[in-house]
């Protein structure tokens, strides 16, 4: 207790956040020993944990860089189908550890030099405009996924925009990517416990990162880029730090999601996605990383749990959305909120009190 | 406080979400008694009801089709329960918005329900996941209208109702060869939806074959299919005299409306996807004259079974059955030929009713709304005559 007290602030801060994770995960490992654990739920699990490493990578950008991104579903497009492709062509070739250790490797590598490729000349830009660039990214990888064809036969690798028999494999080639069928027949790979690690391992590297120098230094760049810039702030490198290691938490958040279903399909990652991430981490809390970590794991099981009511769960989810967004960011229900763990605080210290005086 | 209030509240719903039981939503009419049990229930012994689940899009962009089957499958249920006078099947509908992911989660759903057969999924990508998650399981899925062939490849419990993709295709090419209806071919297709592009793709292939020339092979994507009079005016152009149309008919009655326009008439050919077309509100259907299509399914057949599905569809919801709802409905009737056959009742685990469905789908003929003699072969895939229609007056005609 005394030493915990001592604890930077911050260190304390994330030791919560972990806590909040590892507690999840004895929770949920509870309830499947009991036997209580719905398939409903234990089928949402590693979902869950994608879009939390996907809520966390994009605070990243959001919230510590200052910079709106709208392809992050982009990012998790490309490491998907890269992850999903080594995953694939190494099944039964070598074990099954390697093979998701390549497929998670390829997969976060590949959307980091999407990264580095895409935000080179975008971070230049910021505000709106880089918004809407991304936005384009996100858009373009998924039509380019839509209409790529991928195979080997015996003479190698065959590719093609047009359509599968434009790529002139032999007959008895395999086909990869086939178009707008994406990838079929993906063995599973995902499991929870990895995907609880993966979370893990997102909020080391993230939440050291912030803390770190290289951290301050972007979180300056957020506050005033002028400012940032006189005191010799590197500010392209910093961009770029952040930038990076977001879409590289994309991509590995993309190959478990993609590895936890037997197809994959571009489609899946359109604006909508990358939107509904936007929303996790704005509910959660721009710059709140715990936050995002909650908000992404209630707000993926929320419509499941409103799935009883039918056709109504899409307005009860979007009213529910409002609600929570007032309730955690308009200032008149933010100091009535103040108010209102004041009185408790007041009540609990007054009781001992009144102990004391009989 | 706050971290100690939102971690409380998070495990409270986790909890709650374990406990959630399975709510009955299906439409069930649990009125019948065992003492009214007619001679089906005494050969199968037991009246114990088999579970049901279905999943499609309600919601979304697809809904039309997800409403279709899930109108159909309710249709079926009822009737049969009404008939032999007891609950021979409870049935639940889940929605999955034409989404893998939200798929998994209503098969999820139906499976904390108690769900021994599926009757879905009604699309083809979300098909594929809920499929690979069915030979897991092994339970027992008849899919209605996913027609991508990947969906049967997946496993021997898998079986279809409707053609594949590249059945299609392949059947649509010669028959346009054999009744010469074209010479010089132009395909419109949607290159970012399975469906089309699978049937492209062996469309293309077995025309070739055939000695018949592809002039124009415009695609759209579903972001860009507001306007497809540049497809139209390509076709146009290159000189077609035919238009292959393997797309969904909402896009298809654009495709009409724009050659109209331009004041280019050849034939239309399309495949199931058209079905429908003559039902879309606001759309002259005079533009359809003369469309043909490779469907299973006419509303205006006559054959009795058809008629009889047609009427009750049209007193319970208010509109022509469309394939899809066709499709949805011989499918209950296949699962409840394997009760009358007594192979399946619904004291069996869900594993031991997909082995005896297997064996009984293989080798059973299934007469049903979309065709006579109907057979399944052990991949999965259905064998059943094609039929072409010809739209003649506002009505589908059989074609020849």
């Known amino acids: 207790m005394f030493r915990l007290k001592n604890l930077r602030k911050s260190t304390k801060s994330n030791l919560i956040t972990f806590g909040i994770v590892i507690g999840f995960y004895l929770v949920i490992q509870l309830l499947s020993a009991l036997g209580m654990l719905s398939s409903s739920l234990s089928g949402q699990l590693v979902p869950i944990c994608a879009y939390v490493i996907l809520a966390i990578s994009l605070n990243l950008t959001v919230g510590i860089l200052g910079e709106l991104s709208l392809g992050h579903a982009g990012f998790m497009s490309v490491g998907a189908f890269s992850g999903t492709i080594v995953w694939t062509t190494l099944y039964g070739q070598v074990p099954n550890w390697l093979g998701l250790l390549l497929a998670f490797v390829v997969g976060g590598a590949v959307a980091g030099l999407f990264g580095f490729i895409v935000g080179v000349p975008v971070l230049r830009l910021s505000g709106d405009y880089l918004a809407i660039v991304t936005l384009a990214f996100g858009e373009i990888v998924k039509n380019v996924m839509n209409a790529c064809y991928l195979g080997y036969d015996s003479k190698g690798i065959h590719f093609s925009f047009k359509d599968a028999a434009s790529m002139g494999m032999e007959a008895d080639g395999t086909t990869i990517i086939n178009g707008a069928i994406g990838i079929t027949g993906i063995k599973k790979g995902s499991t929870f416990i990895l995907g609880i690690i993966l979370v893990i391992l997102t909020l080391v590297v993230i939440l050291n990162l912030i803390n770190s120098r290289a951290g301050r230094a972007i979180k300056s760049i957020r506050d005033n880029e002028i400012a940032a810039r006189s005191v010799g702030i590197n500010i392209t490198k910093y961009k770029l730090m952040a930038f990076i290691t977001s879409a590289v938490f994309a991509g590995i958040a993309g190959v478990l999601y993609s590895l936890n279903y037997s197809s994959l399909v571009a489609k899946k990652f359109d604006y909508n996605t990358s939107i509904l991430i936007l929303v996790f981490v704005v509910l959660g809390g721009i710059g709140n990383i715990r936050g995002s970590v909650i908000a992404a794991a209630l707000l993926t099981v929320l419509p499941e749990m409103l799935r009883s009511l039918n056709d109504y769960r899409m307005l009860i989810y979007a009213i529910v959305l409002i609600l929570v967004m007032i309730f955690s960011q308009s200032p008149q229900v933010v100091a009535w909120r103040k108010r209102m763990v004041e009185m408790f605080r007041g009540r609990f210290s007054k009781r001992p009190q009144a102990k004391e005086v009989q | ?400």
């Not at chain 2, 009246?47 to 689940?53: F, Q, R, S, V």
């Not at chain 2, 998650?133 to 997946?154: G, R």
């Not at chain 2, 089309?196 to 124009?216: D, P, Q, R």
Request: one cysteine or more; glycine letters at 8%; proline letters at 3%.
């Open chain 2, 1 to 400: 406080m706050k971290k100690l209030i939102s971690a409380a509240l998070a495990s409270a719903m986790v909890l709650s979400l374990a406990a959630c039981g399975s709510t009955d939503t299906g439409s069930n009419a649990s009125t019948g008694t065992d003492s009214t049990a007619t001679a089906e229930a005494s050969n199968t012994g037991s009246t114990t009801p088999i579970k049901l689940g279905g999943i499609g899009p309600t919601t979304g962009s697809a809904a039309s089709y997800g409403i279709a089957v899930m109108q159909g499958e309710e249709l079926a249920v009822n009737e049969i329960n009404e008939a032999a006078g007891y609950t021979v099947f409870e049935f639940s509908f889940e929605d999955d918005e034409h989404d893998a992911e939200k798929a998994m989660n209503a098969y999820n759903t139906l499976k904390d329900w108690g769900m021994q057969v599926l009757l879905g999924t009604v699309t083809s990508t979300p098909s594929l996941s809920v499929a690979g998650e069915t030979v897991n399981d092994n339970m027992f899925m008849l899919t209605p209208s996913a027609s991508a062939v990947d969906v049967v490849e997946t496993g021997d419990n898998v079986f279809q109702m409707c053609f594949t993709d590249p059945n299609q295709g392949v059947v649509s090419a010669d028959y346009i060869a054999e009744n010469a209806l074209g010479t010089k071919i132009g395909v419109i297709y949607d290159s970012s939806d399975a469906y089309s592009s699978g049937i492209y793709t062996a469309f293309k292939a077995e025309i070739e074959a055939k000695g018949l020339e592809i002039v124009a092979a415009e695609s759209f994507t579903s972001d860009n299919k507001s306007d497809l009079s540049t497809q139209v005016t390509k076709c146009q152009n290159a000189g077609a005299d035919l238009v292959f149309l393997p797309i969904y008919y909402n896009e298809a009655s654009q495709i009409l409306i724009a050659a109209d326009k331009v004041g280019y008439k050849p034939t239309f050919f399309g495949c199931d996807g058209m079905d429908g077309i003559l039902s879309i509100e606001g759309f002259d259907t005079s533009l359809a004259e003369g469309l043909m299509l490779l469907c299973p399914f006419s509303a205006t057949a006559t054959d009795e079974t058809t008629q009889k599905f047609v009427a009750s569809y049209e007193a319970a919801y208010g509109e022509t059955p469309i394939q899809f709802a066709a499709d949805a409905y011989d499918c209950v009737y296949a699962i409840y030929q394997c009760v009358q056959n007594g192979s399946i009742n619904g004291d069996m685990s869900v594993s031991e009713m997909c082995e005896a469905l297997k064996a009984d789908f293989t080798t059973m003929t299934f007469n049903g709304t979309t065709g006579e003699g109907q057979t399944w072969e052990a991949n999965g895939m259905v064998s059943k005559p094609p039929r072409v229609y010809v739209v003649t007056n506002g009505e589908y005609a059989t074609a020849e």
